[in-house]
């Protein structure tokens, strides 16, 4: 039975392996690769003939539509540039928490949702409060809001951890951040592309994505939300792109462009960013819901196939707090030795320090899920 929602044609990979590594690198939509390197190929042989001026404005403004599809948001709240971090790093220096204040944020997030910050706060003498987790990496939601006061500058979290695909309810940290006057912001570089985000719906400040991962794309894009109260600060990084007029090139009149796009400063690999767009309409044409419905059922069917087997799954177990990305260790076994037998099986996931983690994505059947089982059945 083949119940992928992501046709193999559209992701040849997938018929090849049992690609469960989602969480580090998703399988690339081969329209939006082809759409890369055409670019690359137009660019070498006709320059700017091939590449207009008009070209590389609208490049990142189909992006940027596509983004403003994905967050739920106004198009003018999107910034593209080359990566999350980048453009984390960027908004934190923009904020800039000060001394007295703190920043909250969970010791499993992903260090790009918030070095950036701890590097604003090395520089002003903001504190960070971190949530701890317990034995099985999960945050308990009441002890991270409780950490969140009236001196809290910023709510700093991953919509969904790296590790163990915690979700958080982006909601209920949004509101607790405004009752203390704090903004929110979320990294979505774990959940754009499996699950719904929706900036309006849950009040968030900014959200920002890179595009390897759930939204199939390259590596070398990013985009980010920016709230229009935050588009009035000064960006961390600037440059030519971040002019209200980005031809003018008069380099003592720089005025601030009105909108999120003050958050672009440069060139980038712009070809990248006509295979993100690919990508996440594809995605987005097939709906978002769709694909995290049909994620939750082959996650649920492996999620309860590794308990069978004896694994401990890491993470939540409440459904509502998970996501795709399943985490696991296998008692008696070494996760290394055990990672890598399963690689020779073709199935594909990561090791993660002392775990395995699983992350099917919409390519993947019902199948592929109990190929992947079995594998790891004949491993142990
Ligand atoms: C939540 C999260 N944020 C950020 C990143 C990486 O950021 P960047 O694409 O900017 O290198 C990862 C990569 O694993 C991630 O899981």
Redo the contacts with the bound molecule.
């Keep these: 039975m083949t119940d992928r929602l992501g046709t193999s044609d559209i992701f040849p990979p997938a018929s090849q392996y049992v690609y469960m590594d989602a969480?580090?690198v998703g399988l690339s939509h081969t329209k939006g690769a082809e759409a890369i390197s055409d670019w690359q190929r137009a660019l070498a042989e006709r320059g700017t003939v091939a590449f207009t001026e008009k070209d590389e404005v609208e490049c990142l403004d189909n992006l940027n539509d596509a983004a403003a599809r994905l967050f739920n948001a106004d198009v003018t709240d999107i910034a593209t540039a080359s990566?999350?971090?980048?453009l984390m790093s960027s908004l934190a220096w923009a904020v800039m928490p000060g001394a007295g204040t703190n920043i909250v944020s969970t010791e499993t997030t992903?260090p790009?949702?918030v070095y950036p910050w701890m590097r604003v706060a090395e520089h002003t003498g903001a504190e960070v409060r971190w949530a701890r987790a317990d034995d099985s990496l999960t945050i308990d939601p009441d002890v991270l809001e409780d950490l969140i006061d009236e001196n809290t500058s910023v709510v700093c979290l991953?919509h969904v951890e790296?590790g163990t695909g915690q979700v958080f309810d982006l909601k209920r940290f949004a509101d607790a951040a405004h009752r203390n006057g704090a903004i929110c912001v979320i990294?979505a570089?774990?959940s754009a592309g499996q699950i719904p985000i929706d900036v309006a719906q849950s009040g968030v400040d900014a959200v920002a994505t890179?595009t390897?991962?759930w939204l199939c794309g390259p590596f070398g894009t990013?985009m980010m939300y920016v709230a229009p109260e935050l588009q009035k600060l000064s960006p961390g990084i600037i440059g030519w792109r971040s002019h209200k007029d980005m031809w003018d090139f008069q380099a003592d009149r720089f005025e601030y462009a009105d909108s999120a796009k003050r958050f672009e400063f440069g060139t980038m690999a712009y070809g990248t960013a006509f295979g993100a767009t690919v990508s996440t309409n594809y995605l987005l044409d097939l709906s978002i819901e769709r694909i995290a419905e049909h994620n939750r059922q082959n996650s649920d069917r492996l999620l309860n196939g590794l308990r069978e087997l004896g694994a401990e799954v890491l993470g939540p177990k409440d459904a509502a707090s998970r996501s795709a990305t399943v985490a696991a260790r296998f008692p008696g076994k070494d996760s290394a030795d055990f990672a890598r037998t399963l690689k020779e099986a073709d199935v594909i996931a990561s090791l993660r320090r002392d775990f395995i983690r699983f992350s099917p994505h919409l390519y993947n059947s019902s199948d592929d899920i109990n190929q992947g089982l079995s594998a790891i059945r004949a491993a142990l």
């Design positions: 969480a580090s990566s999350e971090t980048v992903h790009s949702s991953s790296w990294d570089t774990q890179s390897y991962k990013g």
